[in-house]
């Protein structure tokens, strides 16, 4: 079992906005601004999409931001493309055990 | 360009130490604030933090496997090394190892491409 939480999986059309949500604890979400997301496509690397809860790293597309709002932290995209079809994961410091957890993942589907 | 490449044995028996390197490029393990971690992922299920290695030699373990890993560098090979004991079925994974920056320490904005492992007789 995963420390943070994700839904299994979300859906959206092409164009649509979707959120996924990434729920933790005070010793880690909710009492850091240290919760990144990660894409994933099949059979390759997690690439960093989100960092320090809201930044974008260079060339990430605009569509991607991120929040946070007390124990719980969100992902959404905007302007769904097919290409976004992937697998997210969000991680976060935790003062609980050194030094990183991961969520369960997300499976976006793209409809 | 930032690379990292993970290399070991892709079929390992239980009870066998599992030793995976990481040989990278683009940046130096002895730049203040720079971080190396391992990350695992078996087959269809989540991401796994391992360990992580600093620029000046501190270490970092997951609770969970603490008894079971070392970490090493080798500042002058561009390696980091991972040494797990006592494999496991349970411990097939593709294994990741990834950058951290001094400016964000707590995420990998590069990975490797990662490496199988699997644990069977």
């Known amino acids: 079992q995963s420390a943070l939480t994700q839904p299994a999986s979300v859906s959206g059309s092409p164009g649509q906005s979707i959120t996924i949500s990434c729920t933790g604890t005070?010793?880690?979400?909710?009492?850091?601004?240290?919760v990144s997301w990660y894409q994933q496509h099949p059979g390759k690397a997690p690439k960093l999409m989100i960092y320090?809860?809201?930044n974008r790293p260079s060339g990430v597309s605009n569509r991607f931001s991120g929040s946070k709002s007390g124990n719980t932290a969100s992902l959404t995209i905007s302007g769904l493309q097919a290409e976004d079809e992937a697998d997210y994961y969000c991680?976060?410091?935790?003062?609980?055990?050194?030094?990183?957890?991961f969520g369960g993942g997300t499976k976006l589907t793209v409809l | 360009q930032v690379t990292l490449r993970e290399s070991g044995p892709a079929l390992v028996k239980p009870t066998q130490t599992l030793t995976l390197t990481c040989t990278f490029s683009?940046?130096?393990?002895?730049?203040?604030?720079?971080?190396v971690s391992w990350i695992r992922q078996p087959p269809g299920k989540a991401l796994e933090w391992l360990a992580r290695i600093d620029w000046d030699d501190d270490k970092y373990y997951s609770t969970s496997l603490k008894t079971r890993l070392t970490i090493s560098k080798d500042t002058s090979k561009n390696q980091v090394v991972l040494a797990m004991t006592n494999m496991d079925p349970v411990d097939t994974a593709t294994y990741y190892c990834?950058?951290?920056?001094?400016?964000?320490?707590?995420?990998?904005?590069?990975w490797g491409q990662g490496t199988l492992v699997t644990v069977s007789s």
């Open positions: 990834a950058r951290s920056l001094p400016s964000g320490r707590y995420n990998f904005d590069y």
């Open positions: 005070s010793s880690d979400v909710g009492g850091y601004n240290y």
């Open positions: 683009g940046f130096s393990l002895s730049t203040s604030g720079m971080c």
């Open positions: 320090d809860v809201s």
């Open positions: 991680s976060s410091y935790t003062s609980s055990s050194p030094l990183v957890v």
